[in-house]
Antibody
Framework: EVQLVESGGGLVQPGGSLTLSCAVS????????MDWVRQAPGKGLEWVGR??????????EYAASVRGRFVVSRDDSRSSLYLQMSSLRTEDTAIYYC???????????????WGKGTTVTVSS | DIQLTQSPSFLSASVGDRVTIICRAS??????LAWFQQRPGEAPKLLIY???TLQSGVPSRFSGSGSGTEYTLTISRLQPEDCATYYC?????????FGGGTKVEIK
């Protein structure tokens, strides 16, 4: 069974740092691109960032709202995805979802597997 | 960035009704569009990818269509378990963007 389990959420002060983890099982993690998506309380979905696989040199992409503050990384030996968040702002408060892209159609990469999410609250 | 505008933002319909949600892109996205369903308290679930291909396990009452800048999600006969918020998403270029969501309520 494919499983993505996020952890590391919690309460952090503005300006602080936090690292989220996503443990993956049930498929060959190293083959696939992985994304983070977040959802602020009562709001819609916002894509945060992506890490490609080893074939694509683990290159990354970010939303403008987090670029320079957040880093997406992965450890294929541990089948784990990470999101290092720094200089956190109150507007970063959200549920953070880990997603896997195992579906590629006509060059588009579809997020077809999702974790249940971990909650990050940025508040003083 | 490509903006996705969904309409309506909220709809209320009866069991058995046909429901249509529209997603308009600020420019052409070459059918690189997905639809997600998110029930309260749950993670989003991929329903449709590539504009019209049903993800495995998704009931056939869901369908998608469109091209260029206009895309639709249709539920042919609304069921109680379809009460959820639906999001479109474009994968044409970076940044990946989502529509604002359509909340579907059962009357």
């Amino acid at each position: 069974e494919v499983q993505l389990v996020e952890s590391g959420g919690g309460l952090v002060q503005p300006g602080g740092s936090l690292t989220l983890s996503c443990a993956v099982s049930g498929f060959t993690f190293s083959d696939h691109y992985m994304d983070w998506v977040r959802q602020a309380p009562g709001k819609g979905l916002e894509w945060v960032g992506r890490t490609r696989n080893k074939t694509k040199s683990y290159t990354t992409e970010y939303a403008a709202s987090v670029r320079g503050r957040f880093v997406v990384s992965r450890d294929d030996s541990r089948s784990s995805l990470y999101l290092q968040m720094s200089s956190l702002r109150t507007e970063d408060t959200a549920i953070y979802y880990c997603t896997a892209i195992t579906l590629i159609v006509d060059g588009a990469f579809y997020m077809d597997v999702w974790g249940k999410g971990t909650t990050v609250t940025v508040s003083s | 960035d490509i903006q996705l505008t969904q309409s309506p933002s909220f709809l209320s319909a009866s069991v058995g009704d046909r429901v249509t949600i529209i997603c308009r892109a600020s420019r052409g996205i070459s059918r690189s569009l997905a639809w997600f369903q998110q029930r309260p308290g749950e993670a989003p679930k991929l329903l449709i990818y590539g504009t019209s291909t049903l993800q495995s396990g998704v009931p056939s009452r869901f369908s998608g269509s469109g091209s260029g800048t206009e895309y639709t999600l249709t539920i042919s006969r609304l069921q109680p378990e379809d009460c959820a918020t639906y999001y479109c998403q474009q994968l044409y270029n970076y940044p990946v963007t989502f529509g604002g969501g359509t909340k579907v309520e059962i009357k």
